[in-house]
């Protein structure tokens, strides 16, 4: 949907810049860097971008890349894969286990690539959220301090009772600037999901980063495996109606430049979450290797041996996988585009 401000011929749509530029400059699509693709002046100081700031070392088979450092956007996508938030566990007087974990919105500018701040809201400081994780039965207690500058809520996918959605309207409803509210509920059913806030406007309000994975093991858990978690998203920073950045853990190109380190043989458990906005599908390819496919991680027993496999908006599920050969190997969304922008990266395997 566009917004009037944002009327073609005031803010050339990011589509519309890519193919302009690359009939005007006859390069390749591929060829061209994000700072070419991207707005650089901003009138609704979404984003602020240094002139030619961006980098653009083509230094990956010809695609363009340039990650920014971890230490200078404030979280790091390579910590965030394997970052399992088990919150502060303590017992029940019926003998359950009670996990609890502390939850602040707040604005946050984000340097999410070379010389390209996005004005972001978070939880706790970084995009995605933290990725917590409980086991199936466990009551759980989300103590969530809004601490931003608009109403925000947390919403789960899960199973609890209403007045527990983090919905705008329905029980404590919108979480106002310095409210506190606690969500309380139990850990059903298991299986990889996520949370998000649930605020009007809604995409702009999950679009700025307020999401993240929310994990549940299976009582009886799953089969030792190197586990790890990897939240899709895009970034809209010039305030159109679509995306100028794509990653995966929040920060584009992180993984062409600091590759997911796995070992030869070993199982590879991914948690693959899509909380993508303003774009209907995104995707998930690996090069050189195939996959078992669990749908929202709901069930222990596999619906898809592929190497490729798209989900909707807020579609999430489980990748089982082996690599049986050393070496570096790619893994990116499959639509072009996407991967262009920033979705996209390698695994190293190891002996
Ligand atoms: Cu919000």
């Excluded at 009670?98 to 946050?108: M, P, S």
């Excluded at 909380?275 to 496919?293: G, M, Q, R, T």
Aim: net charge negative; with cysteine; proline share 8%.
């Amino acid at each position: 949907m566009k917004r009037p401000l944002h009327s073609a011929s005031v803010m050339p749509s990011r589509r519309g810049m890519l193919f302009g530029a690359a009939a005007a400059a006859a390069v390749p699509l591929s060829m061209l860097g994000r700072g070419q693709a991207v707005a650089q002046q901003d009138p609704m100081d979404h984003t602020t971008m240094a002139p030619g700031s961006a980098s653009n070392h083509g230094g990956h088979a010809g695609f363009p890349s340039g990650s920014v450092p971890p230490g200078r956007a404030g979280f790091d996508p390579t910590a965030i894969l394997r970052d399992f938030d088990k919150g502060t566990v303590s017992t029940l007087p019926d003998g359950r286990t009670l996990r609890e974990w502390d939850i602040t919105a707040y604005d946050r500018d984000i340097e999410i690539a070379p010389g390209v701040t996005f004005p972001g809201w978070t939880y706790n400081g970084r995009i995605p959220g933290p990725s917590l994780w409980a086991r199936e039965g466990d009551a759980l207690r989300i103590h969530f301090t809004n601490a931003g500058s608009h109403p925000h809520t947390i919403h789960f996918h899960g199973v609890h009772r209403a007045e527990m959605d983090g919905t705008a309207g329905i029980g404590a409803g919108s979480i106002l600037p310095g409210q506190r509210f606690t969500y309380e509920f139990d850990a059903e059913p298991f299986g990889t999901h996520l949370y998000h806030c649930h605020q009007s406007p809604l995409a702009p309000h999950i679009a700025k980063g307020l999401y993240g994975a929310f994990i549940v093991e299976p009582k009886a858990g799953r089969p030792e495996a190197d586990e790890m978690i990897m939240v899709m998203n895009g970034y809209n920073t010039d305030g159109g109606d679509d995306n100028e950045f794509y990653s995966v853990n929040g920060l584009p190109f992180h993984f062409m430049d600091h590759p997911v380190q796995v070992t030869k043989g070993q199982l590879v458990r991914i948690h693959l979450i899509n909380i993508l906005e303003y774009d209907p599908i995104n995707s998930f390819h690996v090069h050189a290797n195939f996959f078992h496919y669990y749908p929202t991680g709901t069930s222990l027993t596999p619906s898809e041996y592929t190497d490729t496999i798209m989900q909707a908006q807020g579609q999430r599920g489980i990748l089982e996988m082996r690599f049986p050969h050393p070496g570096k190997y790619m893994f990116h969304a499959h639509k072009t585009e996407f991967a262009e922008l920033g979705w996209m990266g390698f695994f190293e395997v190891s002996e």
